[in-house]
């Protein structure tokens, strides 16, 4: 048991530092001012992607953008909590695929509180656009966190398939 968690929190910390590692070259490269949050950058890539340095001092696809302290450790706190309650759910799940998927969302998560710790925002990068309509613009974090929920769901359809032809 102790070497399967110890593989898990390894996937963990490098999906957090692959994250991490590539916003700090952003910062670094761009020379992003990270005491002043409205800082904002914009690189055309291709016709369909732009790298686009933005600030997001709210939640998930930058909602409740505020500029409290309070509210920011609010997000900090329910974040921690979330990550240490998905670590222990998927060690009692104890399933190898599950450990990938729980993960990714984990490192991401915790990149991503990462950046709300250090800067009291996260660092979006990624503009993925067709002529005007644009998504949200998001990060690595945001990308790992998405794979793993889609792996958790594709394992939970086959896994349920698996029980009703075994059952």
Do not use: P
Not at 82 to 92: D, G, H, M
Not at 101 to 113: E, H, M, Q, V
Not at 142 to 156: A, F, P, Q
């Amino acid at each position: 048991m102790f070497k399967i968690i110890r593989n898990f929190s390894f996937l963990i910390i490098l999906f957090a530092s692959i994250d991490q590692a590539i916003k700090l070259y952003l910062i670094k490269t761009y020379n992003i001012d990270t005491s002043h949050l409205n800082t904002q950058f914009m690189e055309k890539i291709n016709d369909y992607i732009n790298l686009y340095l933005i600030w997001n001092k709210g939640f998930a696809f930058g909602l409740f953008q505020n500029d409290l302290q309070s509210i920011n450790n609010f997000y900090m706190i329910i974040m921690l909590v979330l990550i240490i309650f998905l670590f222990i759910y998927a060690i009692r799940i104890n399933k190898k695929l599950y450990y990938f998927a729980f993960s990714l969302i984990i490192g991401g998560a915790f990149g991503n509180l990462i950046d709300r710790f250090l800067h009291k925002a996260v660092l979006d990068f990624i503009d993925i656009h067709y002529m005007n309509y644009h998504w949200y613009v998001f990060n690595f974090a945001d990308i790992t966190i998405t794979l793993g929920c889609l792996l958790i769901i594709i394992l939970e359809l086959f896994s349920n398939k698996n029980k009703k032809e075994n059952g």
